[in-house]
């Protein structure tokens, strides 16, 4: 069993940034890829950046690329979503999950899909406004 707490909810400007932390529970965390989420008002929710267990690699959605960073710390049992150049259109509720391994898989993009993951934080508002 994994518990995630989500913080660092926010209302920021436009061309803005704002960092993310998800802290788990338990002693293994670092055995499970972990990944942020998120959903708009209205909308499906939608992969935004994954990890690898090591923080050897990451993967992010095309809208993420250049101005989002995800990062790990296997020892304070975190993951971090640093985001620069934020949009209005990045304003949703944020939500950290972590996903087995082998559910996880790049090889087949399973990381990209909600459902490949087994925990999930209550989520944290982000504002973006123009």
């Known amino acids: 069993q994994v518990q995630l707490v989500e913080s660092g909810a926010g209302l920021v400007q436009a061309g803005g940034s704002l960092t993310l932390s998800c802290a788990a529970s338990?002693?293994?965390?670092?055995?499970?890829?972990m990944a942020w989420f998120r959903q708009a008002q209205g909308k499906e929710r939608e992969f935004v950046t994954a990890?690898?267990?090591?923080?050897?690699?990451?993967y992010y959605a095309d809208s993420a690329k250049g101005r989002f960073t995800i990062s790990r710390d296997n020892v304070k049992n975190t993951v971090y979503l640093q985001m620069n150049s934020l949009k209005p259109e990045d304003s949703a509720v944020y939500y950290c999950?972590?996903?087995?391994?082998?559910?996880?898989?790049?090889?087949?993009?399973?990381?990209?899909?909600?459902?490949?993951?087994?925990?999930w934080g209550q989520g944290t508002h982000v504002t973006v406004s123009s």
């Open positions: 338990g002693r293994t965390f670092s055995f499970y890829t």
């Open positions: 999950a972590a996903g087995l391994p082998w559910k996880t898989d790049a090889s087949t993009r399973a990381y990209y899909f909600s459902t490949s993951y087994d925990y």
């Open positions: 990890v690898t267990r090591s923080g050897s690699s990451t």
